[in-house]
């Protein structure tokens, strides 16, 4: 079977564990925009019950999702599922308050299997809108999925699981056309996660909570995907996007094994993701702050204790060719990290370094054109046969720094490429810009690193003769480099020509 297919099918199958629903100004207008949206994923994996439409309101007796691929049997059971309307133009959605979802291997599903349990406090839906304009307003109590049963080889797994949303509320919107687009605007005062394995030779325990969540999130989808070949969606028109926050969070986890037990404790101020992906680019970003992490026991040595202000991770590529150069990007970023002295020990058991919080951050940014498009699979031979897919054309050092034990080494720079000479760098466009690099506390780290009597003198000769070569002084422990780069091909190296 085609996994492609087996991944839409588990996006239908989500639809069973999240509290959304479809909806229009009247009922069978609701319902029938919900069967058309089941049948963007195939249609020989979901059926329904008796439908009765009674005065202002319809009843589907139950929906039942049942698909078998690639060795995975995924079974779940919804019902019954009631639409009213209300008078005004917008349609109540009420769903079951529990139900159940199973997931297992095909061949001996009663051996191995896994069953959640989802259950909903005071759900409510009410929508709003024309039959390809559709809002819904979202709120619930709570929304719980829960770890009903496991089993492997027969055998019930001592595994308690759960997941809870609390205060959840929001917006959950479809737009129908050639191209459908849903998009959610939800938001939840907290989540409460648990966790507890227990078995013989392996236990594992994390409870937490994240609080103050929100997600914004957009995907476009061809109205006729065709379900043959899912991976021409993009290319098709389909795009995604979503953005998450939250607020401070806390978890412990414990772990034992045959070493012992460790126990840890992490806590975050807050927390951000985004990603958006279409035809043209991806751009991904992730970044947290106020990080506290704690770990003691098992194969831990001593005792860890690690603080960071922030840490994160970003980038943006195009994936489609273009006649001007598409911008790309990529950031990382670890603000003050803090080591307890414990930890500074194993490096430096007599203390001569400084321990101050390290930071590393580094921010490129430029412009680069492709020769294919990378999502259209019909180009998916010729790209993986071509040695250089594109050109560079420029690249922007935004921001470098690194501070460690008491030095700290910065810098910036800027170059334009011109790929109609290959000839001057052997193959490579020639660059033209400058580079600039900072250097403080250097020749007083290489100190330190001496009095701690490691055997790195010869290392620590050649660090010292390699700063005299290519650096000047420019203060007290302060040395700076600067490389330029020419039209003519010429290398300065603070001002001196070395090509």
Known sequence: MNTSKFGASVCLAALFTAPAAFADVTAQEVWANWKSQMAMYGTDMI???????????????????????????????????ILTENGDGTVSVKIPEQYQMSMGNSENFAENHATISIAVANFDMVASGTADAINYDVSADSYLLELAEAFD?????????????????????VLTGDLQTIGYDLSATSMDVYFDLNEEFEKMNLSGQTTGMSLASTMIVPTDLDQKSPETMFIDGAEMSFD??????????SVTDSSGTINMASATESGHLSFGLDKDAMTFAALS??????????????????????????????????????????????????????????????????????????????????????????????????????????????????????????????F????????????????????????????????????????????????????GMFTQSTGEDQIETTIDMNAQGNVMLNGQRIK
Do not use: C
């Not at 106020?290 to 831990?300: N, R």
């Not at 005792?303 to 990529?330: C, H, N, Q, R, W």
């Not at 071509?386 to 935004?398: F, I, K, N, Y």
């Open 153 to 173: 080889g027969g055998k019930p797994v001592p595994i308690e699981a759960n997941l809870k949303l609390n205060g959840l509320s929001g917006v959950y919107s």
């Open 289 to 414: 702050t106020g990080l506290k992490f704690q770990a003691m026991g098992g194969q831990v040595p001593l005792p860890l204790d690690i603080t960071a202000s922030e840490y994160g991770v970003s980038f943006e590529m195009p994936l489609a060719k273009t006649e001007d150069p598409a911008p790309f990007a990529a950031g990382i970023t670890l603000t003050d990290l803090g080591l307890n002295d414990m930890l500074w020990m194993m490096a430096d058991p007599q203390g001569i370094l400084p321990h101050d919080p390290i930071t590393f951050q580094v921010a490129v940014t430029g412009a680069a054109k492709l020769f294919f498009d990378v999502m259209d699979p019909k180009q998916a031979a010729a790209l993986e046969q071509t040695d250089v897919p594109g050109e560079l054309h420029s690249l922007t050092l935004q921001n470098l720094k690194l501070a460690i034990a008491g030095a700290e080494i910065t810098g910036t720079g800027d």
């Open 47 to 81: 059926t329904f019950g008796a439908e009765t439409m009674s005065g202002n309101t319809l009843t589907i007796e139950s929906t039942t999702y049942d698909a078998d691929q690639d060795g995975i049997t995924i079974k779940a059971e919804m019902g019954p599922i």
């Open 416 to 467: 334009t490429f011109d790929n109609t000479d290959l000839q001057t760098y052997g193959g490579f466009p020639r660059p033209e810009g400058s580079l600039s690099l900072v250097g403080k506390g250097i020749n007083g780290l290489l100190d330190k690193v001496e009095q701690m009597g490691l055997p790195v003198g010869d290392q620590i000769m050649t660090a010292r003769m390699m700063l």
């Open 244 to 253: 998450y926050t939250a607020g401070p969070s806390t978890y412990i986890i």
